[in-house]
């Protein structure tokens, strides 16, 4: 796989409100800049079949989390993949046009971006 991840590469994504998460969801973490500041926000994510047969992937075994990372002046989100140690870790980058279309594909709107409604 390369290094670029699209949305394609996640079956979904929801916010994560109260603690309820589904046997194939893996805690994530996106943290994120809006007009008054930087915010993380914690949700779950489901991985497609190709990213978690990435052979770096497969190396970490379990993945424990995941975060998304946005970067400044629009550059590529970075995407870390952790296992359960958090020692070591897999980075990709997706382009911010790949993960609003994530956000837009799962209904999510960012806490802090406009048409935000809390759960």
């Given at each position: 796989?390369p290094s670029i ?115």
């Amino acid at each position: 796989m390369p290094s670029i991840l699209t949305a394609a590469d996640f079956l979904s994504l929801r916010i994560q409100y109260k603690n309820t998460r589904a046997g194939n969801e893996i805690p994530a973490v996106i943290e994120h800049n809006f007009k008054d500041g930087r915010m993380v926000d914690h949700y779950f994510v489901v991985p497609g079949p190709a990213l978690l047969e990435d052979e770096a992937v497969r190396d970490l075994g379990q993945i424990e989390n995941i975060l998304f990372l946005q970067q400044p002046d629009g550059a590529p989100w970075q995407v870390l993949l952790h296992e359960p140690a958090m020692i070591r870790e897999v980075l990709f980058e997706m382009p911010e046009a790949e993960f609003r279309a994530l956000l837009a594909n799962n209904g999510v709107i960012l806490p802090g971006e406009p048409g935000f409604v809390m759960p």
